[in-house]
C-alpha cells in the first residue's frame, strides 16, 4: 500500500489499528449511514424529524473527522496536505456542517431551504483510502473526457446539421404527427426529437408522418440512424475503452514500479554481506513472511522458500528477493485429504460393505444425472399450479430427495473439503436447501395452524424453490467455465457499483429537488379521481397519466433510484420520452436538460466504461497465460510429490 | 490473388480477361439487378409481367454461369470443383432454375407457387470471386458459433428461470396490465415478455403493474435487467469480439504465408547466380515492377530499388526481393509543386504587385477565419424562414461569396494539385457550390417563369444548402482527425453492408412471403374507412393500427428493408413489440418466432461483429506506428533531398 508512515513503535500500532479490518467496517457503515439518511429526510420514504436525521449527520462527520485526525496522526504533516482526497474530505465536512447550519436556521424561521449538501455525501465512498479502485474509475474518466469531449461536439454538429435539414425539408410540409401536433416546425424541437432518436427511443414513431408522406424521406431517417445511432455511439465505446485501457496499463505500470522501489528499500534494510554481494539469509526471510501473512502454513512457506532459493545455498540473492510479493499472490490451494471424520468415529461401521457400495453409488457419474433429471422433473411440477394437493405434496417429497443428496454427499465426502472456501456449489445448494425446508415448513405450519397463507412467505417459498433450478448449470462443462468466468468479473463489477451509485445519488439528490411531489402516486386500489392525473391537473389527458406511470417520480430516494434505472435502460426512451414528456408537463421544458445530461453522463460515459470493463475482463480470463513464477511454483510441487 | 492459373500465354491471358475492370463491373452490375429483381416481381413494389422478371432472371443466370464457365477455363480443373464457393454457385443456379420452372408452370394453371430459390439470390454476392471479405466475415461467424451457442443456452436458460419466477411471484396477485389484461399468468407469454424486455423494449411498461402493487418487485426486474440486458449482452459482445479477433489474427497469418510462399516462387525464377548465392538483378526487377504496376513513375520505382538495394551492387538477394509487395502497397503522395498555368501564360501579370497580395491575403489564416465566419452567419440565415425575401436573396450573396472564395483558391493554388486525389474537401466544397448554384439557378428560373416552385428542386437546394454548412468542421485539427479515421473505417463498413444486405434480403424475401398484404397502406388524405385499420380488420383498435405504422410493411421489398431497419434498430421494440403484436394479430402467434429469429441473427450476432469491425479498426488507427520498411523509405526520401 502506498502510504508512507512515520517509522516509530507508535506510528506503526497507529498505522496498524488504521488498518485493522473492525476500523474499516465502521468507516463503512457510517457511510452506508450518511447515504440512507435520503431515506428519512424530506422528501422522505419513511420521514423522520429534522433533529434525528441532523444528529445522525452529526454523527456521522463525527466518525469521518475522527478517521481524518487518525490518518493525518499516521503519516507527515506535509504528506497529508498535499493528498487530494484528505482535502476534499475535510472541504466536505466543513461544507455540510456550513450547510446544515443555514438550513436549520432557515427551518426554524420558517423558510424553504435547499439542503444542497447532500450531493456531496457519495464522495465519502471515493475519497476514504479505500476507495483506491473507484478513484482509479474517476481519474480514467478524467483522462478520457477531453477525447471525449471532440468527439461528442462533432456529434452534436452533426445532429444540429441534421435538425437544420431536418426543418427545411419537413417545416413547410404541413405534415402533424400522430397526436395531430404541427411535425418539425420549431428547430428546438427538432433538435430534442433528434437526439432522443439518438437513443432510438422515438423510432419509428418520429418518422411514420415523413414515412407516409413520401418513401424518400425514410432514406433521411436510415442515413441519421446510421451516421449517429451506429457510428458515433460505436466511437463513443472505441475512445471510452480505448483511453481507459491506455490509463489502466500506465497506473499499472506506476504501480509496479513502486512496489519494487519498495523491495528493494526491504531488501537494504534486510541485507547482509556474503562473499562481497548483498544476501539476504533464510531466517530474515522466515521472519519477515510470517509477520506480512500470518496465518501462512510453514509447508507453504517452506515451498516459496524452495522456489526463491533454487541451489539450496540458504540465503538468496537481490533479484529472488524481489519476486516476494508476487510469490504471496500466487493462491496455492492446500487439498488435504482428510480422512472422514466418520471413519475416525466407527471405523468398523465406515468401512463395512454397505458403507462402501453407498459411497461408490455417490461418486458415480448416474448420480449427478439422476438428481439433473430430478431437477428437470422438479421444474416441471413447479410450472404446474400448486392449489393441487398432489402438487404440494411433492414438493415435500423433492426437498427430502435434495436432502438425501446433500446427506449422501457429506457421508461420502469429508465435511470440511465438501464445504471448503472454493465449492461454490456446496454452499449454494445447501443454504437454498435448508432454507426452502425452513419456509416450507414455517408456511405449512401457518396454513395448517389458522388456514391462512402469509402472502411474502410463499414468496421466499417460491423464489426458493426455482433457485434450486439453477444447480443444473453446474452439470455442463462449458457452462461452469462461462459461470466462473462470470464469477472473476465479479470485484471489477463491484468497483462499477460503486461508481454508479455515486453518480446515481448525485442524480437522484438533484432530481428530488426538482420534481419532488410534482407527481403523486395512488395506491391502485384508491379511489381518489386524482388518481386518473397523478395528483396533477397538469397531467390529465397526458399518454404518461394515461400509460400509468404515476409511480415513476422523484417523491424518495427509493423512487428515485428506480427512475433512474428506468432512465438508464434508455433503448425505451420512448417510455421514457413518455417519463421526460411527464416531468417537463408538470414544470417546464427545460427540464429536458436534466435528462438529457443524465443521458449524457451515464449511458455515453458510465455504461462504455461497463462494457470496457466486462470486455477486458473476458479478454483477460481467454488468453491469461500462466506466469513464469506460477510455472516454477507448480514445478517444485511436483518435485515434491 | 489466391488462384492458381495454367502458365500458359493463352492461360495468362484468360485470366487476366477474368480480372479485367470491365468484366467485374458487369458482374456486379448482374447481381445488382438480380437482386433489384424483387422490386418487380410479386409482391412488387412497380409490377411487371411475368415474362419480364424471369426474362432478366434468366440472363442474369446466364451471365453468371458464363462468368463461372470463364473462371472454370482459367483455373485447373480439379481445383475448381474443390472450392466450395464454385460448387455454391452452381447449386444456386440449378435450384433458380428448377423453382423458376415450377413457378412457371403453377402460375400457367393458376395455382399458387411460391418463389422459395430467391432467398438464394444473395448468396451470388457471397460467392463470386471478388466476395472475399464478406466470405472471411461470414467464416468468422461461423466459427464464433459454437462459443456463442453455449453463451446463449446460458442466456435462454436464466430467461426460463427468471419467467418461472415470474409466474409464481406474480401469476396468483390477479394483478391487470394497463390495458386491462391479467398480468404475467401464462408461461409462454411472460417467457416472450422477458425476453422482450432484454431488448429493453417494453420497460418501464412491463414492471409498472407489479411495481404499482410493491416496491420489491422492482427489484426482480432491476436484478433481471442487470444480469439478461447487461452481463449477457456484453457478453455476447466480448465472445463474438474475441473470436473475431483471433480468427481475423489467423486469417491474416495465413495470407502473409501464402504471399512469401509466392514471392519465393518469384525469385526462383526470376534468380541468377552471383558469386555462387542467387540474386535478382535490377532490370529484372524493374520488368517485373513495370508488369505489377504499370503506372508507377520512374522516379518511384528507382526509390524503392534505392532502398532494396541499399549497397548500390546493382543486384539484390532473396530477402530484399522478399519485400518487394510491402514496398509496393507504402503509398507516396508525390507533392510535384506544379508551376501555376496562369503564370507560364502570363508571367507580367501574374507576378504583379496587385495578383501577389491577393495570393498572400488567400494563403492569410484570417482568410480561413473569415469564411469560418460567413460559414455561421449562413447557418443563421438558413434558420430563418425562406418566405422572406431579404432571406432569399442573401441566399445569392452566399452562393457569390463561395464561388468567389473557390475562385481565388484556384487564382492562388495549382488547380491540379487543388484537385488532386487526396483533397477531399475541396472536392466536396466545390461539387457542392456548383450543385447548389445550377439548383438555385433552376428554382429561380422556375418561379419567375409560372410562379410555380417544385417542391422536388426546393428539396434539393435545402439539402445542399445545408450541406456547405458541414465545412466548418475542417477547419478544427481534431474534428479532422477524428474525420479521417471515419473515412478510413469506409472499407470495412462496405464489407459490413454486403454482410447486412444478405441477412436482410432473405428476411425480407421470408417476411413477405408470410405477411403480404396482410396489412395495407393507404395514403394519408385517403377517405376510405379501412385506413383507420390499416385494410385489415383484425386490426380495428389496437395499437399497432392507433399508432399509424399501417405503412410498416413488409407488401414490398422496399418496404420490408425499411421495416427490418426499424427492427434492428431494437431499443424501440416497444414500437417493435407494437409491430410484432401488429403482425401476430393479422397472422398467428407463431409469427413472433420470425421476429425473435431476426433478434437474435442480426442483434446479438450481426451487430456485436459491427462493434467488433468499428473498435478494431479504431485500435489500429490509434496504435498504428510506422513500420520498419516505412521508415526506411523515408530514411531514403530523406537522403535525396
Redesign the interface.
Known amino acids: 500500500r502506498n502510504v508512507c508512515f512515520e517509522k516509530t513503535p507508535q506510528g506503526i500500532r497507529l498505522y496498524n489499528l488504521y488498518n485493522h479490518w473492525g476500523m474499516l467496517l465502521v468507516t463503512y457503515f457510517f457511510i452506508i449511514l450518511d447515504l440512507a439518511l435520503a431515506v428519512f429526510e424530506d422528501p422522505a420514504l419513511i420521514p423522520l424529524p429534522l433533529w434525528a436525521t441532523f444528529l445522525a449527520e452529526l454523527i456521522c462527520l463525527a466518525v469521518f473527522t475522527g478517521r481524518l485526525v487518525h490518518f493525518a496522526k499516521v503519516i507527515p504533516w506535509q504528506k497529508f496536505w498535499k493528498d487530494t482526497k484528505n482535502i476534499c474530505v475535510v472541504l466536505i465536512i466543513l461544507l455540510t456542517l456550513v450547510d446544515m447550519l443555514i438550513y436549520g436556521s432557515m427551518k426554524a424561521f420558517g423558510y424553504y431551504g435547499v439542503r444542497w449538501s447532500r450531493v456531496l455525501r457519495p464522495l465519502f465512498l471515493v475519497n476514504i483510502t479505500e476507495g483506491r479502485q473507484v478513484r482509479r474509475a474517476f481519474r480514467s474518466i478524467r483522462n478520457t473526457l477531453p477525447e471525449i469531449l ?2 461528442f ?2 456529434f452534436i ?1 452533426s445532429i444540429l ?1 441534421f435538425s ?2 431536418a ?3 419537413f417545416g413547410k410540409r404541413k405534415l402533424v404527427t ?1 397526436e395531430g401536433t404541427p411535425y418539425f416546425t420549431s ?1 428546438l424541437d427538432i433538435v430534442f426529437e433528434l437526439y432522443v432518436l439518438v ?7 418520429v418518422m ?1 408522418p415523413a ?3 413520401s ?1 424518400f424521406f ?1 432514406l433521411f431517417f ?1 442515413l441519421y ?1 446510421l451516421i449517429n ?3 458515433f455511439m ?2 463513443f ?3 471510452v ?2 483511453n481507459y485501457r491506455k490509463h489502466l496499463k500506465e497506473e499499472m505500470k506506476n504501480l509496479v514500479r513502486a512496489k519494487r522501489h519498495k523491495m528493494v528499500e526491504a531488501f537494504r534494510i534486510l541485507q547482509v554481506k556474503h562473499g562481497g554481494e548483498p544476501v539476504v539469509c533464510q531466517s530474515h526471510w522466515n521472519q519477515l513472511v510470517r509477520l506480512v501473512q500470518p496465518d501462512i502454513s510453514n509447508s507453504h512457506r517452506e515451498l516459496l522458500w524452495s522456489v526463491c532459493d533454487e541451489d539450496k545455498k540458504g540465503f538468496i540473492g537481490k533479484v529472488a528477493f524481489l519476486q516476494l510479493a508476487d510469490l504471496l499472490n500466487i493462491q496455492i490451494i492446500t487439498l488435504k485429504s482428510h480422512i472422514h471424520p466418520l471413519q475416525t468415529w466407527f471405523p468398523h461401521l465406515y468401512n463395512s460393505h454397505p458403507s462402501r457400495l453407498v459411497c461408490q453409488m455417490v461418486q458415480h457419474k448416474a448420480f449427478v444425472y439422476v438428481y439433473d433429471f430430478i431437477i428437470v422433473v422438479n ?1 416441471v411440477f ?2 404446474l399450479d400448486e392449489e393441487n394437493p398432489l402438487i404440494s405434496n411433492a414438493e415435500w417429497a423433492f426437498l427430502v430427495l435434495y436432502m438425501l443428496e446433500i446427506l449422501l454427499k457429506l457421508y461420502t465426502y469429508d465435511p470440511r473439503s465438501f464445504f471448503s472456501r472454493h465449492k461454490f456449489w456446496n454452499w449454494f445448494d445447501t443454504i437454498i436447501i435448508i432454507a426452502a425446508l425452513v419456509a416450507t415448513t414455517v408456511n405449512f405450519a401457518l396454513k395448517s395452524s389458522d388456514g391462512y397463507t402469509s402472502r411474502q412467505v410463499l ?1 421466499i417459498v ?2 426458493l ?2 433457485l434450486r ?2 444447480r443444473i ?1 453446474d452439470s455442463v462443462k ?2 461452469r467455465t ?2 466462473n468466468t ?1 464469477i472473476k468479473i465479479g470485484p471489477t463489477i463491484i468497483t462499477f457499483g460503486q461508481l454508479i451509485i455515486v453518480v446515481y445519488y448525485i442524480f437522484a439528490v438533484v432530481g428530488m429537488e426538482i420534481f419532488k411531489d410534482k407527481i403523486k ?1 395512488f395506491a ?1 386500489d384508491s379511489t381518489a379521481s386524482a388518481q386518473n392525473y397523478c395528483g396533477n391537473p397538469l397531467l390529465k389527458d397526458t399518454a404518461f397519466a ?4 404515476c ?2 417520480n422523484f417523491n424518495d430516494i ?1 423512487s428515485s433510484f ?1 427512475l433512474l ?2 432512465l438508464t ?7 421514457c420520452a413518455l417519463l421526460t414528456s411527464g416531468f417537463t408537463t408538470v414544470t417546464h421544458t427545460a427540464a429536458r436538460i436534466f435528462f438529457v445530461l443524465f443521458h449524457i453522463v451515464v449511458v455515453i460515459i458510465i455504461m462504455n466504461i ?2 470496457a470493463f ?2 477486458e475482463a ?2 483477460v480470463e ?1 488468453t491469461l497465460a500462466k506466469s513464469d513464477l506460477q510455472t516454477s511454483v507448480e514445478k517444485k510441487i511436483q518435485e515434491l510429490e
Open positions: 471532440y468527439v461536439l462533432l454538429f446539421i437544420l435539414m426543418l427545411k425539408l400522430n428547430y437513443t432510438t427511443a422515438n423510432s419509428p414513431d411514420m414515412y407516409n408522406s418513401f425514410a436510415i440512424i445511432t451506429y457510428i460505436y466511437v465505446l472505441a475512445v475503452y480505448n421444474a413447479i410450472g414468496d417460491f423464489i424453490r426455482v433450478l439453477i448449470v462449458r457452462f462461462i459461470i462470470l402516486f391502485p394515461q400509460n400509468n406511470y409511480r415513476n427509493v428506480v434505472l428506468e435502460v434508455v433503448n425505451q426512451w420512448h417510455a461497463l462494457v466486462i470486455l473476458f479478454f481467454y
